[in-house]
């Protein structure tokens, strides 16, 4: 279960270790040649045309089909929650408006499916992986407020909304998977820590349900963010890309924004729904140390894994950011995780 640090941080570890070993290399996509002449969205015929005949080739270049089989095996439902052991004197005084508020910002999924649709239109992997991604994340606002239904609490259409909004995709396509890795670890580690602070047992089962889902979805992310580097003909761009997403987070989470970080920005100045878990209890202080300890440690890992950089810190990123930019090639001037330093180093400012 996703109950503790070293359970989310397996999960994400056990999920891109089976999914890599499908990762294709250019040469063995048998839909990159058409894309390229392309550029656009792939028609049936060209399809036919492009992918090889045997069902075991396309199962090997596809990373949909893995992410798919994995999401198969540990996908919840609706009905195996718990919904008659709701223990309301479980519940913190203010939980309830901040369950209230998450589930708002979750529904931003529809706006964000359609924008990935639109940008990655000619990527047949990534777009089916879109429809379990899809799929998954609608649940999420649906479990949220299906719990608050049976404690009595109501959201309103106009609620819904307004909480379909949500914010400006980034220029960069590999900047916005990025943005999805570190923004999914942030919501697993939102999720986990809910679980661990909150005693509603119901609530408690939904966050660890919930926390699955988004490690997964951190993983698919970071396998195509992989993808598109190792595809790059600019691959030193995208790492700097890939740092600086890392670095706006880093000093301040809400310019990432997966929709679960967008509470934070929403509750910011309230006080009734910043003491959602109860400060009186100390939840609400245990909640944040532990969210933010998880994430932060897991977006540094993830993203030095997706470069090949050494990165475990903030002032780490800055320090990379500062030496590509300067120098311009990743294998003139970085340093590996193995901790060996390029012969090239940066010349001391006089």
């Given at each position: 279960m996703l109950d503790n640090g070293r359970g989310f941080e397996r999960t994400l570890l056990n999920h891109a270790g089976r999914v890599s070993l499908l990762t294709s290399t250019p040469a063995q996509s048998p839909f990159r040649d058409a894309e390229r002449r392309i550029g656009g969205t792939l028609s049936v015929e060209t399809i036919a045309n492009t992918v090889v005949d045997e069902r075991r080739g396309i199962l090997e270049a596809l990373l949909h089909y893995e992410l798919f089989g994995v999401a198969e095996r540990v996908r919840w439902r609706m009905e195996d929650i718990p919904w008659a052991s709701l223990d309301r004197s479980k519940l913190s005084e203010n939980l309830p408006g901040l369950v209230r508020q998450i589930a708002l910002a979750e529904l931003t999924t529809y706006a964000a499916t359609r924008r990935f649709l639109q940008?990655?239109?000619?990527?047949?992997?990534?777009?089916?992986?879109?429809?379990?991604?899809?799929?998954?994340?609608?649940?999420?606002?649906?479990?949220?407020?299906?719990?608050?239904?049976?404690?009595?609490?109501?959201?309103?259409?106009?609620?819904?909304?307004?909480?379909?909004?949500?914010?400006?995709?980034?220029?960069?396509?590999?900047?916005?998977?990025?943005?999805?890795?570190?923004?999914?670890?942030?919501?697993?580690?939102?999720?986990?820590?809910?679980?661990?602070?909150?005693?509603?047992?119901?609530?408690?089962?939904?966050?660890?349900?919930?926390?699955?889902?988004?490690a997964r979805h951190a993983t698919g992310f970071f396998v195509y963010a992989r993808r598109a580097l190792?595809?790059?003909?600019?691959?030193?761009?995208?790492?700097?890309?890939?740092?600086?997403?890392?670095?706006?987070?880093?000093?301040?989470?809400?310019?990432?924004?997966?929709?679960?970080?967008?509470?934070?920005?929403?509750?910011?100045?309230?006080?009734?729904?910043?003491?959602?878990?109860?400060?009186?209890?100390?939840?609400?202080?245990?909640?944040?140390?532990?969210?933010?300890?998880?994430?932060?440690?897991?977006?540094?890992r993830l993203v030095a894994s997706l470069t090949g950089f050494e990165l475990?810190?903030?002032?780490?990123?800055?320090?990379?950011?500062?030496?590509?930019?300067?120098?311009?090639?990743?294998?003139?001037?970085?340093?590996?995780?193995?901790?060996?330093?390029?012969?090239?180093?940066?010349?001391?400012?006089?």
């Open positions: 940008e990655f239109s000619a990527d047949i992997d990534f777009t089916q992986w879109m429809s379990v991604w899809f799929y998954e994340e609608t649940k999420h606002p649906h479990v949220l407020i299906r719990w608050l239904h049976d404690l009595g609490e109501t959201l309103s259409s106009t609620e819904v909304v307004r909480g379909r909004i949500t914010a400006p995709f980034m220029k960069s396509r590999f900047g916005m998977l990025v943005t999805n890795v570190i923004s999914e670890v942030h919501a697993s580690a939102t999720y986990v820590a809910l679980a661990r602070t909150t005693e509603e047992p119901v609530l408690k089962q939904i966050a660890r349900n919930l926390a699955g889902d988004e190792e595809r790059s003909s600019k691959p030193d761009e995208d790492r700097l890309e890939a740092l600086k997403v890392l670095h706006m987070w880093l000093n301040e989470n809400g310019q990432v924004q997966h929709p679960v970080n967008t509470v934070r920005l929403r509750t910011s100045g309230n006080d009734e729904l910043v003491g959602g878990l109860s400060a009186a209890d100390g939840l609400a202080d245990r909640h944040a140390a532990l969210q933010q300890r998880l994430a932060r440690r897991r977006a540094l475990n810190g903030a002032e780490q990123v800055v320090e990379r950011i500062r030496t590509l930019t300067r120098f311009g090639s990743t294998s003139a001037v970085m340093s590996r995780r193995d901790g060996s330093m390029a012969a090239a180093q940066p010349e001391k400012e006089t």
